[in-house]
């Protein structure tokens, strides 16, 4: 490798780290989101006591699915009415779910990238000594 190509690698995986943490933060802020949405739902729906009798938690054990898009979650945070429901937040268990699982996926990704970085960074110090 020449140390024009090491040079492009670098940004270039510089940059893909940079974007890959941007959107982990950004998945992380709407899963809080999204929890505390499916949270304020429940409440709404019952006292502690009555939650078990509900069968939440069997509800809430969604699969993960692709990343949700933008609408979803916005519609799902800021819904339009106001009642809460156990299919509501059955809803917002399965929306948590899937927001889990590409969190886990960019994570992944997100060390990937910092792996190849510290590879390309050791080769490029390595050429330079």
């Known amino acids: 490798m020449t140390v024009t190509d090491e040079t492009v690698l670098l940004a ?15 998945v992380r802020w709407w899963r809080r989101l999204v929890v505390a949405r499916r949270d304020l739902e429940v409440a709404q729906l019952t006292d502690g006591e009555e939650l078990g009798r509900l069968g939440l938690p069997d509800a809430w054990e969604a699969l993960a699915a692709d990343a949700p898009t933008a609408s979803e979650l916005s ?15 059955e809803a917002l268990a399965a929306l948590d779910a899937r927001l889990e699982s590409y969190e886990t996926r960019v994570a992944e990704n997100l060390e990937s990238v910092t792996a190849q970085m510290v590879r390309a ?3 490029a110090h390595r050429g330079q000594v």
């Open 12 to 26: 270039d995986l510089r940059l893909r780290r940079r974007e890959m943490r941007r959107e982990l933060a950004r």
């Open 75 to 89: 519609g799902a945070v800021w819904p339009e009415s106001a009642e809460s429901s156990p299919t509501s937040v």
């Open 121 to 123: 960074l050791g080769q």
